[in-house]
Protein backbone atom coordinates (compact mmCIF):
# COMPACT_ATOMS: atom_id res chain seq x y z
CA UNK A 1 0.00 0.00 0.00
CA UNK A 2 0.82 3.32 -1.18
CA UNK A 3 1.17 6.25 1.06
CA UNK A 4 2.13 9.63 1.90
CA UNK A 5 3.62 11.94 4.49
CA UNK A 6 3.18 15.44 4.48
CA UNK A 7 5.43 17.96 6.62
CA UNK A 8 3.28 21.14 8.09
CA UNK A 9 4.49 24.42 9.66
CA UNK A 10 7.62 22.94 10.66
CA UNK A 11 6.81 21.26 13.25
CA UNK A 12 4.26 18.63 12.52
CA UNK A 13 4.33 15.65 10.83
CA UNK A 14 1.31 13.72 9.37
CA UNK A 15 0.83 10.28 7.72
CA UNK A 16 -1.84 9.31 5.81
CA UNK A 17 -3.33 6.52 3.24
CA UNK A 18 -2.95 7.01 -0.22
CA UNK A 19 -6.35 7.50 -1.52
CA UNK A 20 -5.95 7.37 -5.18
CA UNK A 21 -10.01 6.79 -5.75
CA UNK A 22 -12.69 8.82 -3.89
CA UNK A 23 -15.33 7.30 -2.44
CA UNK A 24 -17.66 8.09 -5.71
CA UNK A 25 -14.76 6.66 -7.58
CA UNK A 26 -14.23 3.43 -5.81
CA UNK A 27 -18.50 2.98 -5.84
CA UNK A 28 -18.05 3.42 -9.81
CA UNK A 29 -14.94 1.04 -10.42
CA UNK A 30 -17.23 -1.50 -8.49
CA UNK A 31 -20.59 -1.28 -10.41
CA UNK A 32 -17.92 -1.62 -13.74
CA UNK A 33 -16.83 -4.61 -12.76
CA UNK A 34 -19.72 -6.16 -11.01
CA UNK A 35 -21.34 -5.17 -14.33
CA UNK A 36 -18.43 -6.97 -16.20
CA UNK A 37 -18.34 -9.91 -14.16
CA UNK A 38 -22.48 -10.80 -13.88
CA UNK A 39 -22.31 -10.12 -18.24
CA UNK A 40 -19.93 -12.57 -18.49
CA UNK A 41 -21.26 -15.04 -15.72
CA UNK A 42 -24.86 -14.63 -17.50
CA UNK A 43 -23.56 -15.56 -21.02
CA UNK A 44 -21.15 -18.68 -19.76
CA UNK A 45 -24.90 -19.69 -17.68
CA UNK A 46 -26.80 -19.55 -20.66
CA UNK A 47 -24.41 -21.85 -22.57
CA UNK A 48 -25.31 -23.77 -20.01
CA UNK A 49 -22.08 -23.70 -16.88
CA UNK A 50 -24.40 -22.15 -14.79
CA UNK A 51 -21.95 -22.82 -12.07
CA UNK A 52 -20.34 -20.13 -12.46
CA UNK A 53 -22.58 -17.99 -10.96
CA UNK A 54 -22.00 -18.84 -7.99
CA UNK A 55 -18.13 -17.84 -8.03
CA UNK A 56 -19.16 -14.62 -9.54
CA UNK A 57 -21.27 -13.94 -6.97
CA UNK A 58 -18.49 -15.26 -4.30
CA UNK A 59 -15.80 -12.67 -6.16
CA UNK A 60 -18.07 -9.97 -6.20
CA UNK A 61 -19.17 -10.37 -2.42
CA UNK A 62 -14.85 -10.48 -1.43
CA UNK A 63 -14.51 -7.46 -3.56
CA UNK A 64 -17.30 -5.50 -1.65
CA UNK A 65 -16.04 -6.34 1.87
CA UNK A 66 -12.47 -4.78 0.58
CA UNK A 67 -14.29 -2.10 -1.15
CA UNK A 68 -16.09 -1.22 2.24
CA UNK A 69 -12.81 -1.92 4.46
CA UNK A 70 -10.97 0.64 2.02
CA UNK A 71 -13.73 3.23 2.50
CA UNK A 72 -13.79 2.84 6.37
CA UNK A 73 -10.56 3.31 6.09
CA UNK A 74 -9.71 6.27 3.60
CA UNK A 75 -9.59 8.59 6.37
CA UNK A 76 -6.65 7.31 8.96
CA UNK A 77 -3.80 9.48 10.08
CA UNK A 78 -1.07 9.80 12.71
CA UNK A 79 0.12 13.01 12.95
CA UNK A 80 3.17 14.09 15.23
CA UNK A 81 3.21 17.53 16.84
CA UNK A 82 5.70 19.08 18.30
CA UNK A 83 4.85 22.46 20.28
CA UNK A 84 7.23 23.56 22.93
CA UNK A 85 7.92 21.27 25.45
CA UNK A 86 4.98 18.57 24.14
CA UNK A 87 5.07 15.80 21.76
CA UNK A 88 1.81 15.35 21.29
CA UNK A 89 0.65 11.99 19.03
CA UNK A 90 -2.58 11.15 17.38
CA UNK A 91 -4.14 8.74 15.99
CA UNK A 92 -6.89 8.50 13.85
CA UNK A 93 -8.66 4.95 12.94
CA UNK A 94 -11.86 4.71 11.92
CA UNK A 95 -12.95 7.77 13.16
CA UNK A 96 -11.87 7.24 16.25
CA UNK A 97 -8.80 9.46 17.80
CA UNK A 98 -6.45 8.46 20.14
CA UNK A 99 -3.69 11.22 21.91
CA UNK A 100 -0.86 11.08 23.24
CA UNK A 101 1.30 13.40 24.96
CA UNK A 102 5.31 12.88 25.87
CA UNK A 103 7.50 15.18 27.46
CA UNK A 104 9.66 16.51 24.29
CA UNK A 105 12.95 16.25 26.02
CA UNK A 106 12.40 12.59 27.29
CA UNK A 107 10.86 11.09 24.46
CA UNK A 108 13.23 9.03 22.53
CA UNK A 109 12.34 7.72 18.83
CA UNK A 110 13.58 4.27 18.38
CA UNK A 111 13.62 2.84 14.64
CA UNK A 112 14.56 -0.17 13.23
CA UNK A 113 18.06 0.02 10.94
CA UNK A 114 15.54 -1.29 7.92
CA UNK A 115 12.98 1.60 8.72
CA UNK A 116 10.35 -1.60 9.24
CA UNK A 117 9.34 0.10 12.60
CA UNK A 118 9.02 3.74 13.99
CA UNK A 119 8.41 4.00 17.75
CA UNK A 120 8.35 7.09 20.07
CA UNK A 121 8.89 6.15 23.84
CA UNK A 122 9.24 7.73 26.99
CA UNK A 123 8.82 6.52 30.97
CA UNK A 124 7.63 2.72 29.77
CA UNK A 125 5.01 3.53 26.70
CA UNK A 126 5.81 2.83 23.55
CA UNK A 127 3.39 4.48 20.62
CA UNK A 128 4.59 3.21 17.28
CA UNK A 129 3.76 5.60 14.47
CA UNK A 130 4.12 5.57 10.59
CA UNK A 131 1.76 2.53 9.53
CA UNK A 132 0.55 4.39 6.31
CA UNK A 133 4.60 5.16 5.45
CA UNK A 134 7.32 2.85 3.41
CA UNK A 135 10.31 1.98 4.84
CA UNK A 136 11.96 4.98 3.89
CA UNK A 137 9.57 7.19 4.86
CA UNK A 138 9.95 5.91 8.27
CA UNK A 139 14.07 6.19 8.23
CA UNK A 140 13.25 9.72 6.84
CA UNK A 141 10.76 10.96 9.45
CA UNK A 142 12.93 9.38 12.17
CA UNK A 143 15.83 11.26 11.00
CA UNK A 144 14.35 14.66 10.98
CA UNK A 145 12.34 13.80 14.52
CA UNK A 146 15.70 13.20 16.02
CA UNK A 147 17.03 16.29 14.51
CA UNK A 148 13.62 18.26 15.60
CA UNK A 149 13.14 17.34 19.46
CA UNK A 150 16.65 18.06 20.46
CA UNK A 151 16.39 21.93 18.58
CA UNK A 152 14.96 24.49 20.22
Not at 49 to 58: Q, R, S, T, V
Not at 66 to 89: K, P, S
Amino acid sequence: MECSLGQEAGHTFTAHRNNSLSSSGRLLAFGVIAFSSLTIALAFACLGAWLILPFAGLELLVLAWAFCFMERHAWDYERLTINGDVLQVELAEVGRVQRFQFNRWWAQVVCEHDGSRLALRSHGRQIEFGRHLTNDQRRAVAVALKARLRSR
